[in-house]
């Protein structure tokens, strides 16, 4: 059976000279970077390297890169880094931290955890296609606000925000901004310092990297409280033996990422494009989210009158991989938070299928998955209560 994957968006597939570039740090280069032997030094300065790679991706300097072991860390890292040092703005008066309904669980549950610590926290409505209200951040500002997190673009639906105005917003009232670009790197142009960026969170294995290595951009200057507490490794901020063949490898991904970014990125959206036009010809299927301000490999869809959990395990049974939620609350049964802040009800929402491209994925592919998709889903409404013809 040929095996597709279109599910990005939860992974990628390590490229091979990612892999290639990683296999010498485990046998070969295996060196604590933090040794001042020779072992220890050839193994640091591949890490020096990786880091001049991140920053290259983000417009940073590469001492304002610290390694994390993925985006939830680099996420949790930021706000509750920035929180612990503002605890004396943990007052009643106003909301001090300020983000939107629409974050992926790595922000939502940091605030959320925060709330118990006596911190305040506004959670920002978007509209329906998924844009931060920025008249509604520019009113939930207070004198106590200190942090505004937004993520830069979405994990389900796609959309991409407005991440300069806010950063603007963010510099006039000198509050600092963190952001989750997770989903934005690579697939975005950013440059933190046009963009008026604090902190940014990535992760590697959304762009062709290992799983379990990450990043937290925080621009100099910027003071942030670790959250692990050791040795002090990465200038103290996060304490562990720094993962030497993880950072290789985000670091390579993020060099070939740098210099692909433009080609690959046209190549996806062409099979995108084809892929949401052949799939709007179905009766009574939406496309969720910004129709321009997306990102170009994601194609998030709904369906009347089906599951779509239903429409998952039947393609997943003709060899094809998508999803209807984000990776980690894809096992849970509830309408996904994002679906539900764009004003979809629940039936509409568990009705929804994301499908998020990558560059293995070919023209044959999508035509594939072009015929598949259909099909199901008329099977499926011919056994659904729910639709009525
Ligand atoms: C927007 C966003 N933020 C954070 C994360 C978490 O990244 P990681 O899996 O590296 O912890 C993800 C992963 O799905 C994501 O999509």
């Given at each position: 059976?040929?095996?597709?994957?279109?599910?990005?968006?939860?992974?990628?597939?390590?490229?091979?000279?990612?892999?290639?570039?990683?296999?010498?740090f485990f046998s070969k280069f295996y060196g604590n970077?933090?040794?001042?032997?020779?072992?220890?030094?050839?193994?640091?300065?591949?890490?020096?390297?990786?880091?001049?790679?991140?920053?290259?991706?983000?417009?940073?300097?590469?001492?304002?890169?610290?390694?994390?072991?993925?985006?939830?860390?680099?996420?949790?890292?930021?706000?509750?880094?920035i929180a612990y040092l503002n605890k004396d703005k943990?007052?009643?008066?106003?909301?001090?931290?300020?983000?939107?309904?629409?974050?992926?669980?790595?922000?939502?549950?940091?605030?959320?955890?925060?709330?118990?610590?006596?911190?305040?926290?506004?959670?920002?409505?978007?509209?329906?296609?998924?844009?931060?209200?920025?008249?509604?951040?520019?009113?939930?500002?207070?004198?106590?606000?200190?942090?505004?997190?937004?993520?830069?673009?979405?994990?389900?639906?796609?959309?991409?925000?407005?991440?300069?105005?806010?950063?603007?917003?963010?510099?006039?009232?000198?509050?600092?901004?963190?952001?989750?670009?997770v989903q934005a790197v690579a697939k975005v142009p950013?440059?933190?310092?046009?963009?008026?960026?604090?902190?940014?969170?990535?992760?590697?294995?959304?762009?062709?990297?290992?799983?379990?290595?990450?990043?937290?951009?925080?621009?100099?200057?910027?003071?942030?409280?670790?959250?692990?507490?050791?040795?002090?490794?990465?200038?103290?901020?996060?304490?562990?033996?720094?993962?030497?063949?993880?950072?290789?490898?985000?670091?390579?991904?993020?060099?070939?990422?740098?210099?692909?970014?433009?080609?690959?990125?046209?190549?996806?959206?062409?099979?995108?494009?084809?892929?949401?036009?052949?799939?709007?010809?179905?009766?009574?299927?939406?496309?969720?989210?910004?129709?321009?301000?997306?990102?170009?490999?994601?194609?998030?869809?709904?369906?009347?009158?089906?599951?779509?959990?239903?429409?998952?395990?039947?393609?997943?049974?003709?060899?094809?991989?998508?999803?209807?939620?984000?990776?980690?609350?894809?096992?849970?049964?509830?309408?996904?938070?994002?679906?539900?802040?764009?004003?979809?009800?629940?039936?509409?929402?568990?009705?929804?299928?994301?499908?998020?491209?990558?560059?293995?994925?070919?023209?044959?592919?999508?035509?594939?998955?072009?015929?598949?998709?259909?099909?199901?889903?008329?099977?499926?409404?011919?056994?659904?209560?729910?639709?009525?013809?």
């Amino acid at each position: 059976m040929k095996r597709i994957f279109l599910d990005h968006a939860s992974s990628t597939k390590v490229d091979d000279e990612v892999i290639q570039a990683m296999l010498p740090f485990f046998s070969k280069f295996y060196g604590n970077p933090s040794s001042i032997h020779a072992f220890g030094r050839e193994a640091r300065e591949a890490v020096d390297a990786a880091r001049t790679h991140v920053g290259e991706i983000l417009g940073a300097r590469d001492d304002e890169i610290i390694f994390t072991a993925g985006g939830t860390e680099s996420d949790n890292l930021a706000i509750k880094g920035i929180a612990y040092l503002n605890k004396d703005k943990r007052t009643t008066k106003g909301p001090h931290i300020i983000t939107s309904t629409i974050e992926h669980p790595g922000v939502l549950e940091a605030c959320r955890h925060l709330e118990t610590q006596g911190f305040q926290v506004k959670y920002v409505p978007v509209d329906n296609q998924g844009i931060v209200d920025l008249e509604s951040l520019r009113d939930s500002i207070s004198k106590n606000t200190f942090l505004l997190t937004f993520m830069f673009a979405n994990n389900e639906i796609g959309t991409i925000e407005p991440i300069e105005e806010i950063g603007k917003i963010a510099q006039e009232h000198d509050i600092i901004f963190h952001t989750d670009a997770v989903q934005a790197v690579a697939k975005v142009p950013i440059d933190v310092k046009k963009q008026h960026i604090d902190l940014l969170a990535l992760s590697s294995h959304k762009i062709y990297g290992p799983k379990g290595i990450g990043a937290l951009y925080i621009r100099n200057g910027i003071k942030v409280q670790p959250i692990i507490h050791g040795g002090g490794h990465e200038k103290g901020i996060r304490s562990s033996t720094l993962n030497t063949p993880g950072i290789v490898g985000l670091g390579k991904a993020c060099e070939l990422a740098t210099k692909r970014m433009k080609k690959d990125n046209i190549y996806i959206k062409t099979l995108r494009d084809l892929l949401i036009k052949n799939i709007l010809q179905i009766e009574e299927s939406h496309l969720n989210g910004h129709p321009e301000k997306r990102l170009m490999n994601n194609a998030h869809f709904r369906f009347t009158g089906i599951e779509g959990e239903s429409l998952l395990l039947g393609l997943d049974e003709q060899g094809i991989a998508t999803s209807t939620g984000s990776a980690c609350s894809s096992q849970k049964l509830q309408a996904s938070h994002v679906l539900l802040a764009i004003g979809l009800d629940p039936v509409q929402a568990h009705g929804s299928l994301r499908l998020s491209l990558g560059r293995e994925n070919t023209k044959e592919e999508i035509t594939y998955a072009s015929k598949a998709i259909p099909q199901i889903v008329d099977k499926l409404r011919n056994m659904s209560p729910l639709w009525n013809r």
